[in-house]
């Protein structure tokens, strides 16, 4: 649900019958689209973290390890255009090695699982 959903289902909320009459209160409909809006967030990371727990995140191919793989290479790719400004800044290797480290470091923070490359 994105939030001009949940605005139009607290907007239907004042078409019925029973509630026709009421005047919306706008401040009351918006603060309820925001803890719609957060419960739907919170709901659907909790979603994807069980998903990349439950699809074996140290196995390559998995969930989590393609989410590694590419967090590694945005951080790889990062350090190696530092480099073309600062020339001699990081190898190839020690680029790939601090991509992962970070991508790993991200991954056990955001979704509680261990991943390597």
Not at 8 to 16: F, G, K, L, N
Request: aromatic share 4%; hydrophobic share 40%.
């Amino acid at each position: 649900m994105n939030r001009q959903d949940a605005i139009e289902a607290v907007a239907q909320a004042y078409c019925t019958d029973e509630n026709s009459r009421k005047v919306m209160d706008s401040t009351l409909a918006q603060t309820t689209v925001d803890n719609i809006m957060q419960r739907v967030t919170s709901e659907a990371f909790e979603v994807l973290k069980q998903a990349m727990i439950d699809d074996n995140p140290s196995k390559p191919g998995s969930l989590a390890h393609s989410w590694h793989c590419n967090i590694a290479m945005m951080c790889h790719d990062a350090i190696r255009a530092a480099e073309s400004m600062e020339p001699d800044c990081l190898a190839h290797e020690d680029a790939h090695e601090v991509g992962n480290d970070a991508a790993s470091r991200f991954m056990k923070l955001c979704f509680d699982v261990e991943t390597s490359a």
